[in-house]
């Protein structure tokens, strides 16, 4: 049974640091990419970013490339989205999922407000 949980969200001010994790479970992890995604009210969900399966390569979204960073640590079949200089535009829901599954976490929240 595939699960995927996220955690690591919260409230921050703008200019702040989150990093959130995705742990994963039911399937082969280290041969899956591993994507991130965020969904803000009323908007459509969107890609933030993905990264290979051995974590070679990685991708970003225009809106977040050069403030987050994604990193993952196979033998713990988790993945990480370190999340820096946060504008309040990057409140979301934010879900991992990996790449050819269908599968999607709960999520967790994240606010960028003063």
């Known amino acids: 049974q595939v699960q995927l949980v996220e955690s690591g969200g919260g409230l921050v001010q703008p200019g702040g640091s989150l990093r959130l994790t995705c742990a994963a479970s039911?399937?082969?992890?280290?041969?899956?990419?591993m994507r991130w995604y965020r969904q803000a009210p009323g908007k459509e969900r969107e890609l933030v970013g993905s990264i290979t399966n051995a974590g070679v390569s990685t991708i970003y979204a225009d809106s977040v490339k050069g403030r987050f960073t994604l990193s993952r640590d196979n033998s713990k079949n988790t993945v990480f989205l370190q999340m820096d200089n946060l504008k309040p535009e990057d409140t979301a829901v934010y879900y991992c999922?990996?790449?050819?599954?269908?599968?999607w976490g709960q999520g967790t929240q994240v606010t960028v407000s003063s």
């Open positions: 999922k990996a790449y050819s599954l269908i599968y």
């Open positions: 039911g399937f082969t992890f280290s041969s899956k990419t």
